[in-house]
C-alpha cells in the first residue's frame, strides 16, 4: 500500500505538530516527508494538488486525497493510526484537551506578531500581551491539571499542539530578551513548557536553528519574503543553518548583510 | 441523572449550531437550556462557573463540569449521544468537513464586519469580501461535493455548524441590500444555503426575529451594548420581537429611537 505523503516546510510550527504525533504513534516513517522551500514560488505541480492555496503543511493520503490544516490532518493521523492514542477518548476530558488547543491561535499571533514587530514603542505592549497568553494558559493549567506536568497523564493532543510553539519563541528569548517571569504566576504554565519541549518525541528542532531561520521574521519579513539589500532568505536551505554564525540579536538596529547570516 | 444545562443567548448562531444538533438527535429535550440576557451584566454566579470569561454558549455537564466554545461543545454532544451521528465517522469524510467547518471563522467576521461598519465608502470592499467567502464555499463544495445539496448525504456537521450564519446574514439582505449574485458563480453554494436553511431542524429563527434583533450591531454596537441616545438594546427580552416594527432599512442615515423600535 502507497504511503500517504506529507508536504511540509522544515521550520514551521504547524509541520512539527505532525511530525511529534507521529513519533508518539512509532509511525514516523510510515508517511512520506517532501521538504517544500518556502524561499521559491509553490511549484504548479503543488498548486494544482492545493487547487491554488499556498499554505503547508498539506497531506496527500495513500488514494491521492489532499488534506490541508494542520489540526485537520492530526485528527486524520489520528483516526487511520488509532494504535497509541494520542487524543483523548472520554469526552470530557476529549472537550478539555479541545478548550486548550484553542486557545493556540491567539497564542501563536501574539508570539509571531511580537517577533515581527519593528517599531520598538510597541515592544513593552507586546511583551505584556505575551505574558497574558501564558497567563491564560497557566489558569487553565491550574483549573484542569493542577498538579501536571502534562494536561493529563502524557504527553498527547493538547502537547502535540503547542510544543512547536514553544520551541519557535525561543525566538523571543534571542530577538526581545523575553523569559518568562519566575514567579508563581507562571509555575505551572513553565512546568508544562519545560516538560513538553524535552520529551523525546518533540525533538525535532533546536533553538540555535529557530534562531537562525527566523532571522528575517525578526526584521518583518515572513514566509520567505526577501529584506531590501538582501539576495537570499534566512530561511534558506543553503547553506545549512549549522555552519551559519548566529545572527545579531538586535533587531532593532542593524539589519544583517547576506555575508553577515553566512547566506 | 441530572441533564446538562446549555447557557446560551437566544440569537446567537454558535448557540443554535448546539439546538440543532440535539434537534438532529432526537435529543433536544435532555437539555436543559437557560437563558442568558446578553443586555444586562453577566451574573456573579454565571462568572463564577465559566472562571471570568463572558463569551456564550457554555455547557454545564450533568456532573457539573463547564465546556466552552460551541465547536468543543458540539463534539461532546456528539461524543455523548453517540446514536444518529451527525459527524462523519471515515476518517477522509471527518477531515472534508473539517477542513470546510475551519473556514467558519473568516466567513463570520466577514458577516459581523460588514453588518457593524458604519463607513459607506467601505461598502464596496466589504461586499467583495463577501462575495469572495461565498466563492470560496463555492469551490470546496464543487470540489467535494459537486452533486449537492448536502456537503455529504444529509444535512450533517458541516450544515450544523454554517447554518446559522446563513440565517444570521438575512441581516446583510435587510441593512446592505446585499444578495447574492444569480450567477454559476455561486451556484453551488446557493444549493447549499437554500437546502440548509430549509432544514426542519434548522427553524430555530426568522428573518424577521434576525433582523430586528440584530438592529444595534447594524448601528455597530454589538453584544447587547446601549446606543448613545438610547435606553435599551435591540437584543432585549421585552418587548418581544414579534410585535414590535420592523426597524429603518438604511443603517446609514438616521438612527432609530427607542420608541422608533418598539422598546
Known amino acids: ?36 522551500d518556502i524561499t521559491q514560488p509553490r511549484p504548479d505541480w503543488l498548486l494544482k494538488k492545493t487547487r491554488g492555496t ?10 491521492g486525497h489532499i488534506i490541508k490544516e494542520s489540526l485537520v490532518i492530526l485528527q486524520y493521523l489520528e483516526d487511520i493510526y ?40 510597541r515592544r513593552e505592549a507586546l511583551r505584556e500581551g505575551m505574558l497574558n497568553q501564558y497567563a491564560q494558559l497557566n489558569d487553565f493549567l491550574l483549573a484542569h491539571s493542577p498538579a501536571g506536568p502534562f494536561l493529563f497523564e502524557e504527553f498527547g493532543w ?26 508563581a504566576r507562571y509555575a505551572r504554565v513553565r512546568e508544562w513548557i519545560t ?9 525535532q528542532t533546536t533553538q540555535e536553528q529557530v534562531v537562525k531561520l527566523y532571522y528575517d521574521y525578526a526584521k518583518g519579513a515572513g514566509n520567505g519574503a526577501l529584506l531590501p539589500g538582501r539576495s537570499k532568505s534566512s530561511m534558506a536551505f543553503e547553506p545549512d543553518w549549522h555552519v551559519r554564525p548566529w545572527p545579531p540579536k538586535n533587531k532593532y538596529e542593524h539589519s544583517a548583510t547576506d555575508a553577515e547570516l553566512g547566506l
Open 195 to 203: 516538560a513538553s519541549t524535552s520529551h523525546p518525541a518533540a525533538q
Open 82 to 121: 488509532p494504535e497509541r492514542p494520542v487524543a483523548q477518548r472520554d469526552p470530557w476530558r476529549r472537550a478539555v484537551e479541545n478548550m486548550l488547543t484553542r486557545m493556540d491561535g491567539d497564542f501563536f499571533s501574539q508570539g509571531y506578531g511580537w517577533l515581527m514587530n519593528q517599531d520598538p514603542a
Open 1 to 36: 500500500m502507497p504511503h500517504p505523503t506529507l508536504y511540509h516546510i522544515p521550520a514551521c510550527p504547524f509541520c512539527q505538530r505532525l511530525e511529534i504525533l507521529l513519533t508518539l504513534k512509532g509511525r514516523r516513517d510510515e508517511v512520506d516527508f517532501k521538504v517544500i
Open 158 to 183: 493538547a502537547e502535540t499542539v503547542f510544543t512547536p510553539f514553544f520551541q519557535r519563541f525561543w525566538f523571543l528569548e534571542y530577538y526581545e530578551d523575553f523569559a518568562l517571569p519566575m514567579d
Open 54 to 63: 499556498t499554505a503547508l503543511p498539506i497531506l496527500e493520503t495513500a488514494d
